[in-house]
């Protein structure tokens, strides 16, 4: 069993993330995993989306919506850091929000669960992007998800074009999984509502 993100996070020194290959590339499969979530998944995740560090999400396509950090440790405790897919939804915390009801569906999403290089890559952070088109941002919303499967590791990347490219081919990949019925039942699991936790002060 490789550690868990936690585990590695006690070590202090990690090593640091394989390079990402062309062999890579060319070998990854647009489907993975078994046709039913097995132990650990799935995984419940909840919390307020917070703030990152504004690290390219948007500007490579892909805005990732940021976990704050004692939400992560129901994932961080049983897997290893790496790329991820399941479901999400943004719950709005009060009846007057900018989101339309298409965006507070249960939607699917690809989530990363890696070192924050802001930290000198000593802090977890788990960031979801959603497969949707938002109108607008959702800071400060409720933010809950299912993860339901592993697609592949954390990778170092030499091009900016090759990082892209993965984040596509993930995307790709977690669609094609989430297709499969026993996947697809979790979309209406009850860990998903329409109505917030979070307490609006
Ligand atoms: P930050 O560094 O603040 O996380 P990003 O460029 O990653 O900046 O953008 C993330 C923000 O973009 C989210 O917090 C959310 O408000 C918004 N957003 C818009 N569309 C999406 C989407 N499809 N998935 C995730 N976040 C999105
Ligand atoms: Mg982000």
Known sequence: MPPTAAEEAEKGDRPAAAFRTDEFRTGR?????????ESPFPIALAGQVQKGFGRGGKDLG???ANLPDESITPI???????????YAQVIPLEDNTDLRQEDIQVLPMVMS???????????????????????????????????????????????REALIEDIEVDKRVALNCLERPRYQAYANDPHFSLRSRLVVL
Not at 76 to 86: D, N, P
Request: net charge negative; proline share 7%.
């Open 29 to 37: 499969s647009q489907i993975v995993g078994p046709d039913t979530p």
């Open 62 to 64: 892909c805005p990732t």
């Open 76 to 86: 961080s405790s049983v897997a290893k850091t790496g790329v991820y897919y399941g």
């Open 113 to 159: 669960l890696g070192w924050n290089p802001f930290y000198k890559n000593k802090c977890l952070t788990a960031e979801i992007h959603v497969m949707h088109d938002f109108k607008t941002d959702f800071y400060g919303f409720e933010m809950r998800a299912l993860v339901l499967g592993y697609i592949r590791p954390e990778l170092d990347y030499t091009s």
